[in-house]
């Protein structure tokens, strides 16, 4: 089945500056990211996802690029604000006919004052 | 997601006892998922539904049963088989698109579940 990797585990950053969270994903039929923020105790939201058929999708400050070659995606957040404080998990969505979603195991985001 | 109601917000499971968590969506979506989280483990998946009367096991079933006997409901229940199910839990759905569930999936508040 899938495996995804997430890196690193925690990251601390200063306001306004760029935050990068890399996966790595093994199945190379994979053809579905999408990244989801969690604050402390609430549900994680989807915040940005790509598609296997695109190199990079960007929405305001935040932006997503793929590389199906080396099976790896990543999560691009620039002049971080506080309430970017979360933890950040990536997914991969296995082709084939169960479509399920397996998850990294998050990136604990502070961005310090 | 408002269109996804999980109750109750915590729960408290007794030795031997079985626990249901509801998961309830007016979204019209035809997929459900329940997830486990546990600090530093992401979200594995427990169970999943992709059409009423149907569902199939994810990736750490064991001591879980659900069912999904209407298209708005998917309640999971925690039995005396699992012996360490204190965690939040997370109850999730898409919609399909043709024959496809390549689609976001919408998450519940989720539900945490402790041992007394």
């Known amino acids: 089945g899938e495996n995804v990797e997430q890196h690193p585990s925690t990251l601390s950053v200063q306001e306004g500056d760029s935050a990068v969270i890399k996966c790595t994903y093994s199945?190379?039929?994979?053809?579905?990211f999408p990244w989801y923020k969690q604050e402390l105790g609430k549900r994680p939201q989807l915040i940005i996802d790509?598609?296997?058929?695109?190199g990079e999708k960007k929405d305001q400050r935040i932006a997503v690029t793929l590389n199906k070659t080396a099976k790896h995606f990543s999560l691009h957040i620039t002049e971080t604000q506080p309430e970017d404080s979360a933890v950040y998990f990536c997914?991969?969505?296995?082709?084939?006919?169960?479509?399920?979603?397996?998850f990294g195991k998050g990136t604990l985001l502070t961005v310090n004052p | 997601d408002g269109g996804i109601t999980q109750s109750p917000k915590y729960l408290f499971r007794k030795e031997g006892q079985n626990v249901t968590l509801s998961c309830e969506q007016n979204?019209?979506?035809?997929?459900m998922y329940w997830y486990r989280q546990d600090p530093g483990q992401g979200l594995r998946l427990i169970y999943y539904?992709?059409?009423?009367?149907?569902?199939q096991k994810g990736d750490i079933a064991e001591g879980y049963s659900v069912s999904r006997e209407k298209k708005e409901s998917f309640p999971l229940t925690v039995t005396s088989a699992q012996k360490n199910p204190t965690a939040f839990y997370l109850c999730?759905?898409?919609?399909?698109?043709?024959?496809?569930?390549?689609?976001?999936?919408?998450f519940g508040d989720g539900t945490r579940l402790s041992i007394l």
């Open positions: 999730a759905s898409t919609r399909r698109t043709g024959s496809s569930f390549n689609q976001p999936q919408h």
């Open positions: 199945d190379s039929a994979s053809n579905y």
């Open positions: 790509i598609r296997s058929n695109v």
């Open positions: 997914a991969a969505r296995s082709g084939g006919s169960n479509y399920k979603l397996t």
């Open positions: 979204l019209n979506h035809d997929a």
């Open positions: 539904s992709q059409i009423v009367n149907d569902f």
